[in-house]
């Protein structure tokens, strides 16, 4: 019954859009219920709700890009949609599978900003799940390169901390 | 600034992604900077982890006969996720007689050398087997580490990163005035990372018993089959006698008060529990309880084994056996218990149970069983009521990633 209704709602053309503007100064139309998922959006439109006509709110986020809001927007519609349906856990994974598969490492850093500042707590955890994976097996030193991390170890100490979890520097991959 | 450094430099983003890595991938990732390493050792970050602090993840076994020549552990899961072994050996320290386990507490394991050999000073590690970090800790002196006769381990990750080893030594084997020989205790803090004595010597009865204790309340406890048992609050240096749960329900039964004895005795998510057999037969218990303020135990749980024993007559003896195990009575049934396990909804707190190849969960409450796994530990040729495993070689695996030292 949910999945009926809702599904049917989304892709109703009558549904309510809300203007989210990003940090480019872009204005971008979205689903009211795909923005009410915004943390900042959802708190701005109750605080704004004496406003009668939605359509011309505009929820400034000052901290997403168009070019990454265009991105998450149609990943939320899907996944509510998704969500929505009693499909099983597989489904949801794939999905986020083939979403998060071809994100480069800078796009993947984007996306988990966004996703935090935005607090779109599944997305985050999905891409949290991503970055450990691609990080697992890579050696310290790739690590701090990628993450842009100052080592603060004296080589001593470096050495001591490495003498003491030998088991953990066994099969690193190639950086 | 890329927007990975701009994930790395928020300490809500990056723990975020730390609980998502595999813990060999977290030990390694200790040495990307000192703030990675304190982020990864700090309380909060394992309680993020492991949110259960009392959870026991398995059972590390020890094999009873082979453990001095093969010295290697069987291991039994026991949350419904599967977990795998932490380790089949214990290598990290390459000493010539190999390592064995003693005592399990609150997520360490207290691990000794060649203790079969009472002429050889032993060496005592600390070892956590969830992140394979250990500390050895620096022997008593030659002369006095033969004599050491019941050893405890003391960490409480909620309260101090800090442990201390407790042992009570006999100074020598001279028997004093017929009262029995002069012990001495002595206590080793992490925190100063030396041995000191605690009190005066004092005499018991010669008890050449070779124990480690279970640690519960703040304190450490060893009991005994014939002598007294004993409490060393630790905060306080002070040791005491502990009082037992009755053995014999009617005086004029002394005899069969002596055979039933207790079957078990452990600690799980802050209780301390002792097992007593209450029938002829072995296939009933009572599962004691004692008071937090040592004034006595209560009756927690009742089990009778008769439901599981017809589930499984492989536990049952052949008749031809019952002549010689006329005064054997706990040995009518093939099974051992290999512990008592708390959970935090009581309702699920369950005994594990060893019988003939398989462990079983019995749940104390609704006395419901499910089999946890198959298993023939060490020689299948083994006949006989003895089990391979009897509750003193079982101990928890409770995962931690708490600081220690």
Redesign the interface.
Known sequence: MASSSSSSSCSSSSEKKITLKSSDGEALNVEKNVALEFEPAKGFLEDNSEEADDEAIVVPLPNVSAAVLSELIPYVKQRLELSAKPVQKKLIKAFDDQFTRHLS??????L??AA?YLGVNYL??VL??V???R???KS?EY??E????????TPEE?AE??A??P???EG?DQD | ????????S?D??LT???????I??L???????????SLISSPGFSRRLYPDSHLVSGLILRPTYDCVIKKEYDFVPLKYTSTTAPFRSLTFVNHPSGLIILQSCNGLLLCASSISDWNIPCEYCIYNPT???FVTVPPLGDENSRFIRRIGLAYDPAKSSHFKIVCIRSDSLEVIQNAGISYQIEVYSSQTGSWRLSGVPFVLPYNSQYGAGVFWNGAIHWISHCHACLCFKVDEEQLQEMPMPPLTRDPADRIEGFMRSFVYFGESREHLHFVVNVDNHSKKFDVYEMQRDYSGYFVKYRVDLDVIIAAFPEMDVPSDEDDFLFFYAFDCYKYSILGIIREANDEESYMVLHIPGKVIRYKLNDKTFTKICDFHPGHEDVEGSQLEFTRLHAYHYMETLARFG
Do not use: Y
């Open positions: 490492d800078d796009k993947l850093g984007e988990m900003l935090n985050l955890d949290c799940d970055t450990a994976d990080i697992k097996n310290v690590v701090r990628f993450l842009g991390i100052q080592n603060d170890f470096e901390l490495r003491q979890c088991w953990a520097f690193v | 600034m890329s927007s990975s450094e701009a994930v790395a928020n809500g983003l975020e992604i730390l609980v998502h890595l595999p060999k991938s030990m390694k990732f200790k040495c990307i900077s000192k703030h990675w390493q992140s394979h970090e």
